[in-house]
């Protein structure tokens, strides 16, 4: 089935750090890749749409200058927290949908990063 | 008001008795669909079931069915004889709109989950 890689599993780095954080498809062509956030013990909350070619479509709250996010290709887009705070720290998860797929499941998660920011 | 609803925050059952985990939804939209996802402590998101809101009958998947009414804007799941290793969160999520429409939000609203225990 399909795969999605997501690297770094885990960074730790001092406040102020920017942070990239790659999500690739292994085995099919992602138009659209999507950004979660998860806070301990809550639940999944997007920050983003990331399409290819294109500017990602941010949520409301989510600030843009802040949370990077470029999709450069059909296989790959990069996270980048910028001068990160602890408030940052969270697990971050990416999940990608197939370019040509219109069936029902086409939404595939990365395994997530969890970043943690003295 | 909240679009996914999770009531139960937790749960404990016996090994091998069945599950029903609560979901309910919230939407305006006529097409939508209704997922369930398990993150075990690991973190990864485990796909489960998906529902259309089209479809006529309930899903299933395994061990895994998909209690969808309609009316009532449910879609609880079901996990039949259950095991240690179901021991989860569970996550039900919704999208909105026709998948892969322009400019449509595929992106997944989650409710906040239930913490399933499996006991021996």
């Known amino acids: 089935g399909a795969v999605v890689s997501q690297h770094p599993s885990w960074v730790i780095c001092k406040s102020g750090t920017s942070v990239k954080i790659e999500c690739r498809s292994l085995d099919f062509q992602a138009t659209t890749m999507f950004w979660y956030r998860q806070f301990p013990k809550q639940s999944l909350m997007l920050m983003a749409t990331?399409?290819?070619?294109?500017?990602?479509?941010?949520e409301q709250g989510v600030e843009k200058d802040k949370f990077l996010i470029n999709h450069a290709s059909l296989t790959l887009s990069t996270l980048t927290v910028t001068s990160a705070h602890p408030e940052d720290s969270s697990f971050y998860i990416c999940s990608a949908r197939v370019a040509s797929d219109r069936l029902v499941v086409a939404q595939h998660f990365g395994d997530g990063t969890r970043l943690s920011i003295l | 008001a909240q679009k996914i609803t999770q009531t139960q925050p937790g749960m404990f059952v016996q090994e091998k008795e069945a599950v029903t985990l609560d979901c309910t939804y919230d939407t305006s939209d006529p097409s939508y669909g209704l997922f369930w996802y398990k993150q075990p402590s690991s973190g990864e998101m485990i796909f489960l079931i998906y529902q259309g809101s089209y479809d006529q009958q309930n899903a299933t998947e395994g061990r895994y069915s998909l209690n969808f009414q309609k009316a009532r804007k449910s879609a609880n799941l079901v996990i039949s004889a259950s095991q240690l290793g179901d021991s989860a969160m569970y996550f039900c999520?919704?999208?909105?709109?026709?998948?892969?429409?322009?400019?449509?939000?595929?992106?997944?609203?989650f409710g906040k989950g239930t913490h399933l225990i499996i006991q021996p």
């Open positions: 999520a919704m999208r909105e709109g026709l998948w892969g429409r322009e400019g449509g939000a595929d992106g997944l609203t």
């Open positions: 990331s399409n290819e070619g294109s500017k990602a479509t941010y």
